[in-house]
Structures are given as C-alpha cells and as structure tokens.
C-alpha cells in the first residue's frame, strides 16, 4: 500500500459508523491495558450500545477468548461513577469534592492557570502519564506534541518496565526476544518472576500445550503462585537475589560441560569476562544467598543445560528491585551461553515491544525547539512534590492514578495536597488521584475512541474502531490535547509560536500514521493490508529463530555478556535497597512483594463490582512460621507496616508464602480499603540499578494484628 493509501485507511478506521446501526454491529477493538496479551477484540453493538466484548478468534494469541476483567468491559465503560462532565473543586484537595462546570469553563481556567505559570517558568509544568491506555494515538501521540511544545518538565516514564528494557537494551540492543507463541514447542519451560495464569493468560493456554506434550515447567518464584502451583518445579528465591542464581546456572553450564562454545565464539562478546565471575557463584555460594536449597539450583541447572528446546519467559516482577537490571542482563544471558538461541521454541523473552517499528518522533520532541528540559523520574514524584529549589506549580495527570500506583504514596499524597500545585486529572472515575484535582476532565473509554496499538508480549498490531459514540461529555485524549493547545496558543501568542505548529491540530488517524515506520521490512508483503482487512496482523519479526546466528540489535549483532560504559561492566550480585541480612531487619524482618490479584490490573478495575467480588477484600499471604511468631491465623484484620507508613488486609496463612516474605495483593484504591491506606504506602523511592526503575519488591515490613 501506498503512503496515501494507508493514511486513507487509517481515517477510515478512526470514524464511528454503528451509532445509527438498526441491528448487531461488530465493531474490531483492541485491548488497551498494560498486559504483555494486547488481545483483538470484538464488540457487539445494539442501537448504540455496547452489548457484548469478546475475544476474536482470528487473532492467534487471543483466539477467541478475553481474560474476565476485559470481558467485562461494558460493564466499565457504563459504569454508574462514569465521570460524566468537567468539574472544579469547591472542597479541600483530598475531599474529593467538585462542582459540575462547562468544557468552555474548563479550558479557560486551566489555560489561564497554564499560561500565568508558564510564563514564570514552563519548567514548573509536569505531565504525570503511564499505561492506562497503550494506544499510540490515546498516549502520548497529542498530549507529547502539547507538552513538548510549551517546554514542560519531561517525564521519565519509568514506574514499570525501564530497568529491565534498560538490561535488554545492554545486553541485546533492544526490548526483543524470543517470538513468545512459539513457546508451544519448548521442551522445558522457566517462567522466572512471572505469573501467567494472572498476567499472560493466553500464553499459560501456549505453555499448557507444551505441557501437555511433556515440557517440564519451572516457576522461579518468591511464592507459589497460581501459575507455580501447574508447574512440575518450584524454586522460591528470595526477591532480589536473580543475578546470583542466574550465576550459579552459568556455573554449573561451564563445570559440567554443557556450554555452546561455537554460538559463544561466533555471536557473543565477554563470555569470558562472566564466565569468570559465575565460577565463582557454585550452586553452594548461591543457595545462601538465595535462601534456597544447593541441590534445587543444581537440578535447575542440569535441567537447563541439557533439555532442547528450552524457553525463559521473564516478567517484570524480576526487576522491581535494586539489581532489577542486571537481574535482566544475567538471566537472557543464559539462552546465550546454551545455544538456546539456536531453535525457533528456545532463548528467552521479557518484551517484544523492540519488534515493532514505532516512531519514537509521534510525540514530535522536535517541537522543544532545541531546549533541554529537566527529567523528572515518575518513580519519585513525591520527592520531586515536595522537594527542589524549583518547585513544580502544574501537574497534568492522565493514563495513570499516581496516589494509589507510586511508591511512598505518603509522600505522594502529601505533595498533591499542595494547595499552590494546580493539578488537572483526565480520568473515567473519581479515582485516588481525581481528589486532589482542582480541574477533572472525563475521558473516553476504549470502546468509545480511535487508536492503534503494538504489543510487549507478540509480535503484532491492533487497530481499535471506536464502537459507540462518546457517553455523557466525555472526550478522548487526543481532542483534549489538541483543543488546550488551541487555547494556550490564544493566551500565549507568539512568545510560544510552537502551539500553533500543524502537529497539534492533526487527527487522531495522522497521529496513527505517524507513530510507525510503515514503510520498514517490518511491514511488508501482505502485512498491512491484513491490518486493515482484519484489524490485526502479524509483523515480520521474530519468525523461526531470530538469533539463530547473532543478529541481535547491538552494535557488531553480537549478544553483550559485559558493557565497559558503566561502572560495573558485568551484572553484578548486590544486596538489596532493603536487604534481609541489614540492620533495617531487625526491626521490618519480613520482605514484601505486591503482585497483582487475579482480576485486577493495576488501579484501572479498581472499582468494578463484579470484579472487587471475585478479588474479595485485600489480603496478605504470609508464611505459618511467620504468622504463629505473631499470633496471626487466617481471617484476621492485621497490618502490614514500616516507617513509611502501615495499611489494613486480612491475612492468609498459607505456605504459598515462602518463610521470610509475606505477599499483599495490590493495586486496590486507598479510598477502597478499610484502612484508608493501600500496599504502596510502605514502598519506598529507591531506584533501580539500570534505567532508574521503582524498586517495589525491595522493601522490608512487619506484620502485627490489628488490635
């Protein structure tokens, strides 16, 4: 297809056209969330109304099927709470009370409000965005181009996946992998630090197959999670200690004989350099340091090196730590040192999302105009609220709920309480956050917008038709955007001539267009006219074994056991932020981890009935050991705390929980529990060793019955 062809095609998709459908419309969707899945959806519409979500069989990851919270997503685009109309606070920040105000209304106070401190400094201005939508178009496609043209704050965007895309980018040039549906064919199977019958149901339908055929399933694990407890093994390592068990299988690869030496000699770089530090981590060394048994690191390794093909599916529980990057690095180092590489169901895959050719000028940084704004890392925004000799004045909030989902949600709420930071929020519901706005916008759902979408967990792309007309007064984020940069360039004139660029007046299907190379090799052949006759397709990437003979993003194609630009070249074996052998634990002895519940993702299903029933209230899994040295037993109210702050669950008493760890399920609301207070109130705002990540899983708690 053409250049003009696709834009044509790409208008096409991005109008609605079953608002006045007498009967059933079948309208092709896409799934918005943060999950590695990106199902293909479709949606049954009635008179307007959306009447049905459901999975599309032609998709070959979704194969008909949607997890039970996107099944349910009528439920949550009709939802009762639905913000309905922009409002402004009459309340104090926090109350959460508003008073009902026109569009015309909002857009002059939060341009006046924009403009005044602009003025003084458009540094003191921040966007606050993540993953509440992973559209091109709905992201950061408008609201980029808004931001960069005023000069704000830039954010780093960092809260989840950036300390292992760090890692992956060190060792193998880029977020690629293995092609994660062809892990059907694997012999042997390590989910390490994934669990996904909650977070990647479809491929647990792709691993269940293999098992079925007789592959042999490890879980590398702090508990037993649903997805440990279908796996035949299952080694429950203390969190943060990756690297030296990843060690400790490269030792014994090297000590018994079971290396790759022609894949190491031809594709790699410093195979050497780690070989030499992992002699020095044995199963012996690593067990202690793992907490975990020598003679479970030597059958795991055994394993690894002498089953063909064998896949390594990482998630990103693996690098919420201190050594969250290098845990990366060491781990896909494996595949290398193995040969695994070699065969198509082998190697090893954490994102796919490298494999797509976006265009990482859709959010037009061009429109800075040379200047460097400051870096804000979003993983510290309470520091950044409430510390620096220039404090930020604005704070535009979309695509996230940043008072339930960042750490030290203390300090976070403290910082938005300011009653001199003005604070817009885009949202559906009147979430955490929403209660601290002064102006709150109501957004469209996916069901009620354009976009286009890749994935981090395959290797295709999604178009979504938008299914119903917007509810109530909502308005998508790209209109929001696009019609604020018209009134700021009204206030502001030529002393900021980049509002009134071309780029903040495009529609959402050339935003759509420009967020992909569509003339890369990527897309070639039949690849997007499929898009547009399907509304999904398969890139063309990852096919048989990509890095059967080196071809990694590097710069000499070679995978990088080592990097000579840091300061520690090779992974390194370090404790954590909060370690379980420090001082700190004599008095918070227990680590915590917060993974998510089954129907949960996090914040955004928050407050779905259907769904809060089935998750029931917030609990904590802790260990029997644990519990009897506490007086806990199952159903109690306790709290699980440290000097950060403390909130309320009912504990679980189960040996799921390994003995030293305890587990609180998360991300509910703070306003949703019955404490006021949720699991990120006792997380802290230490940083990743790579990419500045959040270290979530690197904190230590005790845990007392509520009295």
């Given at each position: 297809m053409t250049?003009?062809?696709i834009?044509?095609?790409?208008?096409?998709?991005?109008?609605?056209n079953?608002a006045?459908?007498?009967?059933?419309?079948?309208?092709?969707a896409?799934?918005?969330?943060?999950?590695p899945?990106t199902?293909?959806?479709?949606?049954?519409v009635?008179?307007?109304?959306?009447?049905?979500v459901?999975?599309?069989?032609?998709?070959?990851?979704?194969?008909g099927?949607?997890?039970?919270?996107?099944?349910?997503?009528?439920?949550r685009?009709?939802?009762?709470?639905?913000?309905k109309?922009?409002?402004?606070?009459?309340?104090?920040?926090?109350?959460?009370k508003?008073?009902?105000?026109?569009?015309d209304?909002?857009?002059?106070?939060?341009?006046?409000?924009?403009?005044?401190?602009?003025?003084?400094?458009?540094?003191?201005i921040?966007?606050?965005?993540?993953a509440g939508?992973?559209?091109?178009?709905?992201g950061?496609g408008?609201?980029?181009?808004?931001?960069?043209?005023?000069?704000?704050?830039?954010?780093?965007?960092?809260?989840?996946?950036?300390?292992?895309?760090?890692?992956l980018?060190?060792?193998m040039g880029?977020?690629i992998?293995?092609?994660?549906?062809a892990?059907?064919g694997?012999k042997?199977?390590?989910?390490w630090?994934?669990n996904?019958?909650?977070?990647?149901?479809h491929l647990?339908?792709?691993?269940?197959?293999?098992k079925?055929?007789g592959?042999?399933?490890?879980?590398?694990?702090?508990?037993r999670?649903?997805?440990?407890?279908?796996?035949?093994?299952h080694?429950?390592?203390?969190?943060g200690t990756?690297?030296?068990l990843?060690?400790?299988?490269?030792?014994?690869?090297?000590?018994d004989?079971?290396l790759?030496?022609d894949y190491?000699?031809?594709?790699t770089?410093?195979?050497e350099?780690?070989?030499s530090?992992?002699a020095?981590?044995?199963?012996?060394?690593a067990a202690?340091?793992?907490d975990?048994?020598?003679?479970?690191?030597?059958a795991l390794?055994m394993a690894?090196?002498?089953?063909?093909?064998?896949?390594?599916?990482?998630?990103y529980?693996?690098?919420?730590?201190?050594?969250?990057?290098?845990a990366?690095?060491?781990?896909?180092?494996?595949p290398?040192?193995?040969g695994?590489?070699r065969?198509a169901?082998?190697g090893?895959?954490?994102?796919?999302s490298?494999w797509a050719p976006?265009?990482?000028?859709?959010?037009?940084?061009d429109?800075?105009g040379?200047?460097?704004?400051?870096?804000?890392?979003?993983?510290?925004?309470?520091?950044?609220?409430?510390?620096?000799?220039?404090p930020?004045?604005?704070l535009?909030?979309?695509?996230s709920?940043?008072?339930?989902?960042?750490p030290?949600?203390?300090?976070?709420?403290r910082?938005?309480?300011?009653e001199?930071?003005?604070?817009v929020?885009?949202?559906h519901?009147?979430?955490?956050?929403a209660?601290?706005a002064?102006?709150?916008?109501?957004?469209?759902?996916?069901l009620?917008?354009?976009?286009?979408?890749?994935?981090y967990?395959?290797v295709?792309?999604?178009l979504?038709?938008?299914?119903i007309?917007?509810?109530?007064?909502?308005?998508?984020n790209?209109?929001?955007f696009?019609e604020?940069?018209q009134?700021?360039?009204?206030?502001l004139?030529?002393s900021?001539?980049?509002?009134?660029d071309p780029?903040?007046?495009?529609?959402?299907?050339?935003?759509?267009?420009?967020?992909?190379?569509?003339m890369?090799p990527?897309?070639?052949?039949?690849?997007?006219p499929?898009?547009?006759?399907q509304?999904?397709?398969?890139?063309?990437?990852?096919?048989?074994?990509?890095?059967?003979?080196?071809?990694?993003?590097?710069d000499?194609a070679?995978?990088?056991?080592?990097?000579?630009?840091l300061?520690?070249?090779l992974?390194?074996?370090?404790?954590?932020?909060?370690?379980?052998?420090?001082?700190?634990?004599?008095?918070y002895?227990?680590?915590?981890?917060?993974?998510p519940p089954?129907h949960?993702?996090?914040?955004?299903?928050?407050?779905?009935a259907?769904?809060s029933?089935?998750?029931?209230?917030?609990?904590?899994?802790?260990h029997?050991?644990?519990?009897?040295?506490?007086?806990?037993?199952?159903g109690q109210a306790?709290r699980?705390?440290?000097?950060r702050?403390?909130?309320q669950?009912?504990?679980?008493?189960s040996?799921?929980?390994?003995l030293?760890?305890?587990?609180?399920?998360?991300?509910?609301?703070?306003k949703g529990?019955s404490?006021?207070?949720s699991?990120n109130?006792?997380t802290?705002?230490?940083l990743?060793?790579?990419?500045?990540?959040a270290?979530?899983?690197?904190?230590?708690?005790?845990v007392?019955?509520?009295?």
């Amino acid at each position: 297809m053409t250049a003009q062809e696709i834009r044509d095609a790409l208008d096409s998709w991005s109008r609605l056209n079953t608002a006045n459908h007498p009967g059933i419309s079948e309208v092709q969707a896409a799934c918005p969330h943060d999950c590695p899945d990106t199902c293909a959806m479709r949606v049954h519409v009635e008179g307007g109304r959306v009447v049905a979500v459901k999975g599309d069989p032609t998709h070959s990851l979704t194969a008909g099927t949607l997890c039970t919270k996107v099944s349910r997503y009528a439920e949550r685009t009709y939802h009762p709470d639905r913000l309905k109309t922009p409002m402004k606070r009459v309340g104090k920040k926090g109350e959460g009370k508003f008073a009902a105000i026109s569009w015309d209304e909002a857009y002059d106070a939060i341009s006046e409000r924009l403009a005044e401190i602009w003025r003084r400094d458009p540094q003191a201005i921040l966007p606050y965005s993540y993953a509440g939508t992973m559209g091109q178009v709905q992201g950061e496609g408008m609201a980029g181009r808004f931001f960069h043209a005023l000069g704000a704050s830039l954010l780093d965007r960092t809260i989840c996946s950036s300390a292992g895309g760090e890692g992956l980018r060190l060792s193998m040039g880029a977020s690629i992998g293995m092609d994660s549906e062809a892990i059907e064919g694997a012999k042997l199977i390590l989910l390490w630090g994934t669990n996904p019958v909650t977070s990647h149901v479809h491929l647990w339908a792709k691993i269940q197959k293999a098992k079925r055929a007789g592959a042999i399933l490890w879980a590398i694990d702090p508990y037993r999670s649903d997805s440990a407890e279908r796996c035949h093994h299952h080694l429950a390592l203390r969190p943060g200690t990756d690297v030296a068990l990843a060690y400790a299988i490269a030792h014994v690869l090297q000590r018994d004989g079971l290396l790759d030496q022609d894949y190491i000699d031809k594709y790699t770089k410093d195979a050497e350099r780690f070989l030499s530090v992992a002699a020095e981590w044995s199963p012996a060394r690593a067990a202690v340091w793992c907490d975990v048994t020598e003679a479970q690191i030597e059958a795991l390794a055994m394993a690894y090196g002498s089953t063909r093909p064998a896949a390594i599916r990482l998630n990103y529980g693996i690098q919420r730590h201190a050594s969250g990057g290098d845990a990366v690095r060491a781990v896909m180092a494996l595949p290398a040192l193995a040969g695994h590489w070699r065969d198509a169901s082998g190697g090893a895959v954490l994102s796919t999302s490298g494999w797509a050719p976006r265009c990482s000028g859709v959010s037009r940084p061009d429109l800075l105009g040379g200047c460097t704004p400051r870096m804000i890392n979003m993983s510290t925004i309470g520091d950044a609220l409430n510390t620096g000799d220039k404090p930020l004045q604005a704070l535009l909030v979309y695509n996230s709920n940043p008072v339930a989902v960042a750490p030290d949600s203390s300090a976070v709420r403290r910082g938005f309480a300011r009653e001199d930071l003005f604070t817009v929020v885009l949202e559906h519901f009147q979430t955490d956050t929403a209660d601290y706005a002064d102006i709150l916008l109501p957004a469209t759902t996916q069901l009620e917008h354009f976009d286009i979408h890749s994935a981090y967990g395959h290797v295709h792309v999604l178009l979504n038709r938008p299914a119903i007309a917007p509810l109530a007064q909502a308005r998508s984020n790209s209109r929001i955007f696009r019609e604020l940069a018209q009134r700021m360039a009204i206030r502001l004139g030529n002393s900021c001539p980049a509002l009134s660029d071309p780029a903040l007046a495009a529609s959402d299907a050339e935003i759509a267009y420009d967020a992909f190379e569509w003339m890369h090799p990527a897309f070639a052949d039949e690849v997007v006219p499929q898009l547009f006759a399907q509304g999904h397709t398969r890139l063309n990437a990852a096919q048989g074994a990509p890095f059967a003979e080196g071809g990694f993003r590097t710069d000499d194609a070679r995978f990088h056991f080592a990097d000579d630009a840091l300061n520690e070249s090779l992974p390194k074996v370090r404790p954590n932020h909060e370690d379980w052998r420090s001082s700190r634990a004599t008095r918070y002895p227990l680590q915590v981890i917060s993974p998510p519940p089954r129907h949960l993702l996090n914040s955004s299903f928050g407050n779905v009935a259907s769904l809060s029933a089935l998750n029931g209230p917030p609990s904590v899994l802790i260990h029997p050991h644990d519990a009897a040295a506490r007086g806990i037993v199952s159903g109690q109210a306790v709290r699980v705390f440290n000097d950060r702050g403390s909130h309320q669950v009912q504990a679980e008493v189960s040996d799921r929980a390994r003995l030293g760890v305890v587990v609180v399920f998360s991300v509910f609301w703070h306003k949703g529990t019955s404490g006021g207070d949720s699991c990120n109130v006792v997380t802290g705002q230490a940083l990743t060793d790579h990419g500045g990540g959040a270290t979530f899983y690197d904190c230590l708690v005790d845990v007392e019955v509520v009295t």
